[in-house]
């Protein structure tokens, strides 16, 4: 009995052995969603609502970290997507935006525009060449000599071409005008899969007849506050004419678009076929629809939840079908920016105003004027930055430093501002973890010769952009999830810096972070 005992704890232990030695040391493939605009309270909020096979499986199977941070200020699609997929800030991968100000032609440039190269089903000429460091795409297509398969599929332009760096096989979004699969002849031949699909099941086809409807019973969402009373909500695609595929990427029904592409991709090419890693990038969105005030659209945010829930479901079994998900290494985060919401009623008395950057400048321009004589000192403004004419000064004779600091000095009287940072003392002055944080925002040959720090509760006007944005700078938790490839599974609330996310995959993966990449891999995930 004991010899028998022994012989089957023998052949168990040497079954496992031989398990572990042909167990891969990385994963088949790796599929980062960033989801646009998404939110761990909110998350959290709406969790009676879900189902199993979403976010209560990746918080039960997946390590969460509850609290990422972005270590620099202003995220919106293009600075959070090069962010994560770069490891860094945009001061060093030079993406402050989706726009910023040339300061050569004066005129506000698109992140991802770029005139060399063609659009294809999109008359967008588009490429990666902003971004300027490497990416996790590109460390992986160096490392496996261009053989690994990356695409990148989302919603929205920047956030595709980011995430798949300069040199994948694909990057593809929809066109907001036609609502076909886009790309850009950057990235080299279009896959004739993504061809066949856009003349076969393109969105078009089928948007006359999808009408976003509560999945839900309207009894069930009860889990905001708002002053709007809502008693049910229904949206016709169709009914909006020359903006219908702009709001349907508000819509939920974004995320089942992605989910159909990324079913096309895996059925029609070798993705997540051997053990050398592919990626996936995809992103999905989570803000409100044709992004109006939660307070107004209450409803319509927690219906969001609970389809963008089942959208995480339907990927997890799509990806388990054909990979595996013991295969397959997520990571799974947010942009980390919202929708700006409006101004408070003026009832509840809290404290504001409206700072005019326009009337800023010009205004800085006539203090210039009496101290250095007639001249354009200020040559433009964009959001909170303003332009100084480098060559009028040089013209002058005029020492930089002398004018960076009068003009700092003039700004911070005005009302609504808390504080005014020059580019000097920026990138020389003395460090302050809040001054850490605007400086990572900063690109020298991109970004403003003077930021303006404006109060929290005022509202900031941007003639330039046409915009007026309330100035909020509340905390707002940002979730992180690691999920599948030895992954351990465990909840933490503890702070973690979203640089971190580009070196840890690197590491699951073997190859080495991107080339900016200067923070550590996250540790203790693996099993």
Known sequence: MKERILTSLITAFVLASLQAQNASPVPKLVVGLTIDQLRTDYIEAFTALYGERGFKRLFKEGRVYCNAEYDFNHLDHASSVASIYTGTTPYYNGVVGNYWMDRNTLRLVKAVDDPAYMGIYTTENTSPQQLLVSTLSDE???????????YSIAPMREMAVFAAGHVAKGA???????????GSTYYGDFPEWVTSYNDRDGLDFRIADMTWEPYLPVSSYRYITSAVKQLTFKHHFFDERAEK???FKTSPYVNDEVNRLVAECLNRTDIGRDWTPDMLALSYYAGNYDHRPTGEYAMEIQDMYVRLDNSIGDLLDLIDRKVGLGNTLFFITSTGFHDPEPKDADVFKIPGGEFHIKRCGALLNMYLMAIYGPGQYVENYYDRHIYLNHRLIEDKKINLTEILNRASDFIVQMSGVRSVYSSQRLLLGAWTPRI??????????????IYVEVMPGWTVVDE???TAKVVRDNYVSTPLIFFGFNVKPETLYVPVKMATVAPTVAHFMRIRAPNAASTPPLIGIRK
């Open 140 to 150: 992986l297509m160096a490392a496996s000599q261009g053989t690994a398969h990356v």
């Open 172 to 182: 593809f979004w929809l066109n907001d005008v036609t609502g076909k699969w886009a």
């Open 245 to 247: 595929y702009k709001k």
């Open 436 to 449: 850490d944080k605007i400086r990572n925002s900063f690109s020298p040959s991109r970004s403003g010769d």
């Open 464 to 466: 330039y952009s046409q």
